[in-house]
């Protein structure tokens, strides 16, 4: 008997101990209802959060028209640039799979074919980590500035410029004046008349080995 009355008095107590629990809770939760209801500060809460939505509603607004206007231009210039590189893979392919005197034939029909090239090329250098040039410029100034270079493919000529040594330059199309046009297999080099030749990613074409005949023709000895 003793032993139920001592469970009963203890279910009583936590039942009690329950029920105030919950009236403290309730009592608190409708004391912040009280407060969230009052005019002067539902008023001022109303008006913040109107400044908020129309901040909001504004700022969508302007980066809906941006992208509007930004669109056209973006798809633009990605189409062009998968034009280009299409047109840079197309004449790369043609380049490897022909002889120099035909690559020549047709960059002197359509120049623009070569400037597209270029273009192209240098598109892609700009992805590389680095430059091969720069490491055979590098080279070059090390070995002093009375070497006498010969650039097979010189795209632009950038060696030229970039160093005090005499270069000849030469490549399919004349992009500037330091260019020689040529056969890169008939140069008008006269023989062992250069210390150095450069074929910095222009050996390319059937009759590559041409070319490297005739840098061997126009090397000095040794």
């Known amino acids: 008997m003793g032993k139920n009355r001592r469970k009963n008095a203890k279910t009583v107590q936590k039942a009690v101990g329950k029920e105030q629990k919950f009236k403290v809770a309730k009592h608190k939760f409708q004391n912040m209802l009280k407060e969230k209801t009052?005019?002067?500060?539902?008023?001022?809460?109303?008006?913040?959060i109107e400044k908020v939505k129309e901040w909001v509603n504004e700022t969508n607004k302007i980066e809906l028209?941006?992208?509007?206007?930004e669109?056209?231009?973006?798809?633009?210039?990605?189409?062009?640039?998968?034009?280009?590189?299409?047109?840079?893979r197309f004449l790369n392919e043609q380049l490897y799979t022909a002889e120099g005197s035909k690559s020549i034939?047709?960059?002197?029909?359509?120049?623009?074919?070569?400037?597209?090239?270029?273009?192209?090329?240098?598109?892609?250098?700009?992805?590389?980590?680095?430059?091969?040039?720069?490491?055979?410029?590098?080279?070059?100034?090390?070995?002093?500035?009375?070497l006498?270079?010969?650039d097979f493919g010189c795209g632009?000529?950038?060696?030229?410029?970039?160093?005090?040594?005499?270069?000849?330059?030469?490549?399919?199309?004349?992009?500037?004046?330091?260019?020689?046009?040529?056969?890169?297999?008939?140069?008008?080099?006269?023989?062992?008349?250069?210390?150095?030749?450069v074929f910095c990613l222009s050996l390319m074409g059937t009759n590559l080995s041409e070319f490297i005949l005739e840098?061997?023709?126009?090397?000095?000895?040794?």
Not at 113 to 131: D, I, K, P, R
Not at 169 to 190: E, G, K, Q, R, W
């Open 148 to 150: 006498v270079i010969a």
């Open 71 to 88: 669109a056209p231009t973006s798809l633009r210039e990605r189409m062009m640039e998968r034009l280009h590189g299409a047109h840079f």
């Open 105 to 146: 034939k047709m960059f002197t029909k359509n120049p623009e074919a070569f400037t597209a090239y270029h273009e192209g090329f240098q598109q892609q250098v700009q992805q590389w980590e680095f430059n091969p040039l720069d490491l055979i410029i590098a080279n070059i100034k090390k070995k002093g500035s009375d």
């Open 156 to 197: 632009d000529a950038r060696l030229s410029f970039s160093v005090q040594n005499k270069v000849h330059s030469f490549d399919l199309v004349a992009m500037n004046d330091n260019v020689t046009v040529c056969d890169m297999a008939h140069t008008p080099l006269p023989n062992s008349s250069v210390d150095i030749a």
């Open 215 to 222: 840098a061997n023709r126009v090397l000095k000895p040794g």
């Open 65 to 69: 028209t941006s992208k509007k206007n």
């Open 38 to 48: 009052k005019p002067a500060k539902t008023k001022t809460a109303n008006k913040k």
